[in-house]
Every structure is written in C-alpha cells, then in structure tokens.
C-alpha cells in the first residue's frame, strides 16, 4: 500500500474553467476527506465521506463544488466556473473504519490549484 | 466551534537544539494528531495522541486533555525538522456525520540552521 494518492500534483487554470481532482485512499479504508489550505494556513474542512455517503459539507463548500465518491473507493472532488480565491492546495485524507470517532487520519500529497 | 492555538507561530532554532511546541484547545476532543508538512506539501502523521503520552526517535508527543493542551518534544534536532507543525483535533462533540471534522492550528514554521 502506498498510501493516500492524488491527482494531479499540479494544476494551472484559467478563470471560468472546470477542474477536476482525484484521490485514491489507503486500502480498505471507508472513510474519505477533502480539505482545502491557502497559503499561511491551516487546511480546513471541506466534506466527509463514509463508504460513498457524503455526510457532511462545509460552508466552504461552494455550490460550484461538488465531491463524489461514487463505489466508496476514490473521490472526486470538481469545481465549476473556477475564481481566483480558489487557488489553494486541495488535500484528501482517509482512515479505518474504527470506533466512532477514534480513528488516525493519513493525508495525500495534495494538488496545488493556481487559477489565472 | 473548537479554538486551536499553536505556539510560537515561528522557531528557529540550531542544529543539535531541543524544543516543544505547544498546542491548545478550546473543548474536549476525543481526536488529536500532530503532523509534519514537507517543503512540497504534503501532511506526515507524527502522533495519534488523544490522551498520554508517545515517543518515536527523538520526537515525543504528551497531551493532557483535561488541560485541553498537547506538546510536541523535538530533540537534537536537525535540519530535515525543518516545515510547518500542526496540531489537528476533533471535538468530544462531534457526531458521527462530523468525525472526519478535524479542526487544525495555524501551524509552527521550524527553521533548522547548520
């Protein structure tokens, strides 16, 4: 197992594009996250996911933002339309399915977003 | 919600120097894990340490949750120490659509010189 994986690393894009993101979690792990770090930041939260249940969204969450996890295996993460404050380094995580909230989370490597 | 505040925002310290680095938090948790960012990103696990305490090499990690506060050891430190520390934790109160919640700190930014 290699870990959490993400793709692409990179990403430059013009204003008003779509951009799609993809992140393949750790084996066997039911639960996914996105979150999102601009610079100087901490990473904030973006969604969670168990299985392909999507049970929370933050109000970060634009409507232009939509995350899938369609098998409850890797996700998705799209924005539409995108907009110079979306620039950022875009992370998932995943974890075990464990007891209730006691569970580690391991993070990808990212995908840095720069929109022009 | 949940208050995270790390201290000090920056340390620059010589190669060889010990440190800690503190994080505190505003309510119970029942989560804390303090990470590593590399130069390129990406988040290195450190410690799981919702309460008591853990060693690995020369780092070490002691969280008092009923002191709602967690430090981070580094000893003889060296210059691959070097990024951003974070402190991440989830709050006793978070129900089960909220457990991938984790709430982070702004970070330490630690400089190793030669």
């Known amino acids: 197992d290699t870990g959490v994986s993400q793709n692409p690393r990179h990403k430059i894009t013009k204003r008003g594009q779509n951009v799609t993101f993809r992140c393949d979690p750790i084996?066997?792990?039911?639960?996914l996250y996105w979150y999102r770090q601009t610079l100087g930041q901490g990473p904030e939260f973006l969604t969670y996911?168990?299985?392909?249940?999507?049970?929370?969204k933050s109000r970060l969450l634009s409507d232009r933002f939509s995350a899938e996890r369609p098998k409850g295996s890797f996700s998705t993460l799209e924005i539409q339309r995108t907009e110079q404050g979306d620039s950022a380094m875009y992370l998932c995580?995943?974890?075990?399915?464990?007891?209730?909230?006691?569970?580690?989370?391991?993070f990808g490597q990212g995908t840095r977003l720069t929109v022009v | 919600g949940i208050q995270v505040e790390q201290s000090p925002p920056d340390l620059i310290l010589q190669e060889g120097a010990n440190s800690t680095l503190r994080c505190n938090f505003s309510?119970?948790?029942?989560?804390l894990q303090w990470f590593h960012q590399n130069p390129w990103g990406q988040l290195i696990n450190l410690f799981y340490?919702?309460?008591g305490t853990k060693q690995n090499g020369r780092l070490s990690a002691t969280t008092v949750a009923t002191e709602r506060y967690s430090l981070l050891y580094i000893s003889s430190s060296q210059t691959t120490d070097s990024g951003v520390y974070f402190c991440?934790?989830?709050?006793?109160?978070?129900?089960?659509?909220?457990?991938?919640?984790?709430?982070f700190g702004q970070g330490t930014i630690l400089t190793v010189h030669p």
């Open positions: 995580a995943s974890s075990q399915p464990g007891a209730g909230p006691y569970t580690e989370a391991f």
């Open positions: 084996s066997e792990h039911n639960r």
């Open positions: 996911f168990q299985n392909e249940a999507q049970l929370e």
């Open positions: 309510d119970s948790v029942n989560n």
């Open positions: 340490i919702p309460s």
């Open positions: 991440a934790v989830l709050p006793s109160d978070a129900g089960g659509t909220s457990y991938g919640k984790l709430t």
